[in-house]
């Protein structure tokens, strides 16, 4: 829409100056008096003039706008896990800005900043589970859930700075059972990831 509205602006002070130049050469060419001239050229600077600050206002507006990035995502249905396997949360919630991917089941970051990210796990009874968050390889921020005899839900959650196309994912990590179920059915599943701030 600023690249249109550009665009269009550049077109209608083109168009004023063929004006001037073609009423110019007619007014020179039928003896035209010298004011008709002067005023023409004093209305296309004065124009160009408002085109020059309106394209300034743009600029700013344009570096004011900052992207959004808003995810929630959750598991539709119970998912046994094995050890290290990558949490694929299948349902969307909220992905303003696209920055979820389903397919590999992680966020990458468009653009640098600061991010709020919070997890939520729920575990089986007789189920115990760690859930790594994953910067790039790198473990971040972990889940504990597990109970001996009832449905166990937790959460974390942590705020950290991402470089432009930064990945992050959650998946199982140790100590935790072999074949480990987020258990659908108490309580939700879920990922969240917001951009709070942009460098």
């Given amino acids: 829409m600023v690249a249109y509205q550009k665009n269009l602006m550049n077109m209608f002070v083109i168009l004023l100056m063929v004006s001037y130049l073609t009423f110019g050469y007619v007014s ?12 023409m050229i004093e209305k296309l600077t004065y124009l160009e003039n408002e085109n020059s600050k309106l394209m300034d206002r743009i600029s700013r507006l344009e570096q004011q706008m900052q992207p959004v990035v808003s995810v929630y995502v959750r598991l539709s249905k119970t ?30 970051a ?7 990210i919070s997890v939520s796990a729920c575990l089986s009874h007789a189920q115990y589970s760690n859930l790594d968050i994953i910067k790039d390889g790198l473990k971040i921020g972990v889940v504990r859930s ?23 994912w959650i998946e199982s990590g140790t100590p935790s059972n072999d074949g480990s179920k987020l258990y659908e059915g108490r309580g939700w599943n879920t990922f969240t990831a917001t951009l709070i701030h942009v460098d």
Wanted: proline share 1%.
């Fill in 146 to 168: 597990g109970d001996v005899e009832w449905v166990d839900c937790s959460s974390a959650s942590l705020s950290t700075h991402f470089n432009y196309e930064d990945n992050i």
């Fill in 110 to 116: 468009p653009v640098s900043g600061i991010y709020f």
């Fill in 28 to 39: 020179l060419s039928t003896g035209g008096n010298d004011c008709m001239q002067y005023r």
């Fill in 79 to 108: 998912v046994n896990l094995k050890l290290h396997e990558r949490v694929m949360y299948d349902m969307e919630i909220t992905n303003i800005g696209g920055a979820f991917n389903f397919k590999t089941g992680q966020l990458t």
